[in-house]
């Protein structure tokens, strides 16, 4: 799946591969956050196959900068970041939800050390929330992340609350553009 420039996956690549493995579904949903939308985007529908998670991982490789790590959310983000890191050969980070209540009580897995580029890697961004947590904790363990890279954006205020926190969020797609596809 390489794009005409030869570059990697084009937007219309990657949106065809989320809509062939019905990652996106036009309907009537309630989101997480207990907003109504008319689209449902799951991306995991696209990345329990190999082929299309190796698609998608190349297509955020290509767009990896100078940042020494990788960081994503469990669950959602997880294989991103591995197979983005396979590919780029950069140690990864998987960030918690929640902080382990035993043990070491890490809010992490793998290693940030203080002064280390991160860049943060999602699935879907929605109001920016759990992006939002994600830089908090990195930051808290002494990285520095002013990047995040999302498979999609559904344009509902990621981008503006991340902005306010110092970080600019680079999505393969938005929302908008699955609309104007359906069309």
């Known amino acids: 799946m390489a794009s005409e420039e030869g570059t990697g996956p084009s937007r219309a690549e990657i949106l065809r ?41 190349h297509a955020l490789a290509l767009r990896v900068g100078s940042e020494e790590r990788l960081a994503g959310m469990e669950l959602g983000a997880v294989p991103l970041v591995v197979a983005t890191a396979l590919e780029t050969r950069r140690p990864y980070v998987v960030l918690r939800k929640a902080a382990k209540e035993h043990g070491t009580k890490q809010a992490f897995e793998g290693e940030i050390p203080a002064g280390s580029r991160v860049l943060l890697i999602e699935d879907v961004s929605t109001t920016g929330g759990s992006s939002i947590r994600s830089v908090e904790i990195v930051r808290a363990a002494g990285g520095i992340v002013d990047r995040a890279l999302v498979v999609v954006d559904r344009e509902v205020g990621a981008r503006e609350r991340l902005a306010e926190k110092g970080v600019r969020l680079e999505p393969l797609l938005t929302l908008s553009e699955m609309r104007s596809a359906r069309r």
């Open 17 to 57: 591969l989320l809509l062939d493995a019905q990652a996106v579904r036009f309907g009537d949903f309630t989101l997480t956050s207990g907003e109504k939308s008319d689209v449902y985007i799951d991306v995991k529908r696209a990345w329990t196959d190999p082929g299309r998670l190796a698609t998608i991982a």
